[in-house]
């Protein structure tokens, strides 16, 4: 999740769950927006508050004091500020249709050997002892952290770095783990996040005056407010920005279209997968701080697929690019579900309790991102998800 830029007044901030800034490029536009009330809210459920895990204070993500010693410029917030917390009632929760896996049945028409699992990972966001951990979890790594899954296939939905300790160090152990998978019969391969293109800019552009649509930003002061860490820009060397430039933006495995952003604005970038990811990666070779800029506005987009609107929203990007349910990491599931808090302003349930992916949108949609940076879980899972 990441704040953009833009004007505003100085607002002072407080250290509550509800306080909250969402530039306005973040939402969806209204025409998915079906007529009728939203569902109505199930009622609470009783939760057993699990210990909290060990956290380094202050948050990885907080901006460090001499970034700004004049303060930082109006408009912008730290990301651990930026989203609204929505109401369980906001996020339909319906029964997920099945998913085939068409790539397994092609296979064995044609008689070869069926592809390997195919598992995703949510955020990561610099948390590389957790990134681990998930990969031991599912017995994808050893306990030295070298591949040892075979003909797995195991899907990076993008935002490796920013707010976590480490991002270089994940970085380099998602390259690390694609040579070692691809030798080992299966493939590690991964999308390109909002986070990638914020780390990219920043480190292009630096103080470079970008047009925000909404005021004079600039990728350096973005990507600091957004949880960027000193130690990843110093460790940043060419062969990790050639290979986030690379990324995809989408793709579409066993009928699961994964994309990094819960957003429709793919749309505005080709017709078709492959074009997509075209527009995408030719916009980053032309080396336009504005371009890049938009880019990265539009991949910070997000809830097109909850509330009302969600199932025409996610039916239009299936239609579009194939596949019969989305996987998107991007917004934490807490915010998708009401665990971190609510809009009275109630602080939530502490810790947020995710066990799993989130199924929504009439079981069009699965949610990855698990909140590790607000002390949730990183998710690591096999798909299709039930």
Same mark, same amino acid.
């Given at each position: 999740?990441?704040q953009g830029a833009g004007r505003g007044p ?8 509800r306080d909250f800034r969402v530039p306005a ?122 591949? =040892? ?6 899907? $990076? ?42 780390l990219l800019g920043a480190k292009r552009y ?5 047009? =925000? ?8 002061? !973005? ?75 539009? $991949?910070?987009?997000? $809830?097109?697929?909850?509330? =009302? ?55 069009? !949609? ?21």
């Amino acid at each position: 999740m990441t704040q953009g830029a833009g004007r505003g007044p100085e607002v002072e901030r407080t250290a509550t769950l509800r306080d909250f800034r969402v530039p306005a490029y973040v939402h969806e536009p209204a025409p998915h927006v079906a007529a009728g009330p939203p569902p109505a809210a199930p009622p609470p459920v009783a939760r057993t508050e699990p210990p909290a895990s060990p956290r380094p204070e202050p948050h990885p993500g907080s901006v460090p004091p001499e970034a700004f010693p004049d303060g930082p410029p109006d408009g912008y917030t730290p990301t651990e500020r930026n989203l609204p917390v929505i109401r369980r009632g906001d996020t339909l929760q319906l029964t997920p249709s099945a998913v085939t896996a068409p790539a397994a049945a092609e296979a064995q028409a044609a008689g070869q050997p069926a592809p390997g699992p195919l598992y995703v990972v949510g955020d990561v966001h610099g948390y590389l002892d957790e990134l681990l951990d998930a990969l031991r979890g599912q017995g994808i790594v050893d306990e030295n952290g070298n591949w =040892s899954a075979g003909n797995t296939r195991l899907w $990076f939905l993008g935002d490796f770095t920013d707010r976590g300790p480490d991002g270089v160090g994940v970085i380099e152990l998602v390259m690390r783990l694609s040579a070692e998978a691809a030798a080992a019969g299966g493939y590690c391969k991964a999308l390109l996040g909002n986070h990638e293109l914020l780390l990219l800019g920043a480190k292009r552009y630096g103080d470079t005056p970008v047009n =925000s649509g909404a005021g004079t930003a600039t990728f350096q002061a !973005a990507w600091l407010l957004n949880g960027g860490q000193k130690t990843d820009m110093e460790r940043l060397q060419d062969h990790h920005l050639q290979w986030m430039a690379r990324l995809a933006a989408m793709e579409e495995v066993d009928g699961h279209l994964l994309v990094h952003s819960d957003t429709t604005a793919y749309l505005e970038f080709g017709g078709s997968i492959q074009e997509v990811n075209d527009t995408v990666r030719e916009t980053l070779t032309r080396n336009d701080a504005d371009e890049v800029w938009d880019l990265f506005r539009k $991949f910070t987009k997000r $809830f097109a697929f909850r509330d =009302s609107g969600g199932v025409q929203a996610a039916r239009e990007l299936l239609d579009a690019y194939g596949g019969t349910r989305i996987v998107h990491g991007h917004s934490p599931i807490p915010y998708l579900t009401g665990e971190a808090g609510t809009e009275d302003g109630e602080s939530g349930h502490g810790r947020p309790l995710i066990d799993g992916p989130h199924i929504y949108a009439d079981g069009l !949609a699965v949610a990855m991102d698990g909140g590790v940076t607000m002390a949730g879980t990183l998710l690591v899972r096999r798909l299709p998800i039930v």
